[in-house]
């Protein structure tokens, strides 16, 4: 069965460091969404792309992260640098583009220290 | 805009007693419902889904929903419970469209108890 692969699955860091999380979605999915989701919160949309254009980042904090999908496939979401209240766990997720239905990687949780 | 309401934030239940886990959302358009659930330190499984036809949908594991246009709802509920359904459980929003974008409430926790 084809699933949505992220890595790593943990990641601890330093305040003011920079990190990198990667996302391969199921294949043929041209859609992509990278959410993060706070400890007790539900999942919240930073970042959609349709192939390797962002469709949107209306909620991406463009001061220190970037997330790029360069030949449309896999993705890459970035945090530079580091800050306490990034401590979440990071979610991609893919859609065939129907219905909204998306189908969602393990995640990545990251700890800033 | 749209928005989702999990009304209980955590519910305690015995084994094999049944549950309901509410969702209402608001929408000014037509929308697609779904139930996630989500397992310690894992990503979201979608549960099931409302997209159109028969307002009451059901999983294979026993669970089941049904869309309530008039009161905007769309609970879940499970006849008899078992310790594995223990997870959080996550109502999402969606309007469909070339974005297709959720909108997710901030779950319920379901603590099945022996």
């Known amino acids: 069965e084809a699933e949505v692969a992220q890595s790593p699955r943990y990641k601890i860091t330093e305040k003011s460091q920079a990190v990198a999380f990667w996302c391969d979605p199921i294949s043929g999915h041209a859609t992509l969404y990278w959410y993060r989701q706070i400890l007790g919160q539900g999942p919240e949309l930073l970042v959609q792309?349709?192939?390797?254009?962002?469709?949107?980042d209306s909620q991406l904090p463009k001061d220190r992260f970037s997330a790029e999908r360069l030949k449309g496939v896999d993705s890459t979401l970035k945090i530079q640098p580091a800050e306490l209240g990034d401590s979440a766990m990071y979610l991609c997720a893919s859609s065939s583009g129907r219905l909204n239905e998306q189908f969602f990687g393990p995640g990545t949780r990251l700890t800033v220290l | 805009a749209q928005s989702v309401t999990q009304l209980d934030s955590q519910v305690p239940v015995f084994e094999e007693a049944p549950v309901e886990l509410r969702c209402n959302y608001s929408s000014s358009v037509s929308v697609y419902l779904f139930w996630y659930v989500q397992y310690p330190n894992q990503g979201l499984q979608l549960l099931l889904k409302?997209?159109?036809?028969?307002?009451l949908v059901e999983s294979i594991n026993g669970f089941e929903a049904e869309f309530n246009k008039s009161q905007t709802s769309f609970h879940l509920r499970k006849p008899s419970v078992h310790i594995s359904d223990t997870a959080e459980y996550f109502c999402a929003v969606g309007k469909g469209g070339s974005q297709g974008n959720l909108i997710f409430g901030k779950g319920t926790k379901l603590s099945v108890k022996p």
């Open positions: 409302y997209l159109s036809g028969s307002t």
């Open positions: 792309f349709q192939d390797e254009s962002v469709v949107d």
